[in-house]
């Protein structure tokens, strides 16, 4: 099993900053260790749900176009948890947030699914 449980979202004025912090726990999380991946998505009000940014083991990082350079994610492997930094806000950052988790080893993508956080970005 693998719980996550994502904290952080609100409201916030264009230009602001909000942090998510997504804690995960479970017999199969933690039996991935090195092998899972811990990432950020999203969906907009009427739109899919996007890719924003993920984070390996070992920290490599990656992210969608539309947040580099004003997102940063993290993780603290000793406490299970990844965070989504995000600064310099915009009205069309708002949506529902998800953290997801990947087992690396079993090459079905993320299939590991938080309960979302709302993120809204007034202009």
């Known amino acids: 099993q693998v719980q996550l449980v994502e904290s952080g979202g609100g409201l916030v004025q264009a230009g602001g900053s909000l942090r998510l912090s997504c804690a995960a726990s479970?017999?199969?999380?933690?039996?991935?260790?090195?092998?899972?991946?811990m990432g950020w998505f999203r969906q907009p009000p009427g739109k899919e749900r996007e890719f924003v940014a993920d984070c390996k083991w070992g920290g490599h990082t990656y992210y969608a176009d539309s947040v580099k350079g004003r997102f940063t994610i993290s993780r603290d492997n000793a406490k299970n948890t990844v965070y989504l930094q995000m600064n310099s806000l915009k009205p069309e950052d708002t949506a529902v947030y998800y953290c997801a988790v990947d087992d690396t080893r079993q090459g079905r993508g993320y299939d590991y699914w938080g309960q979302g956080t709302q993120v809204t970005v007034s202009s």
């Open positions: 479970g017999r199969t999380f933690s039996s991935m260790g090195p092998f899972s991946s």
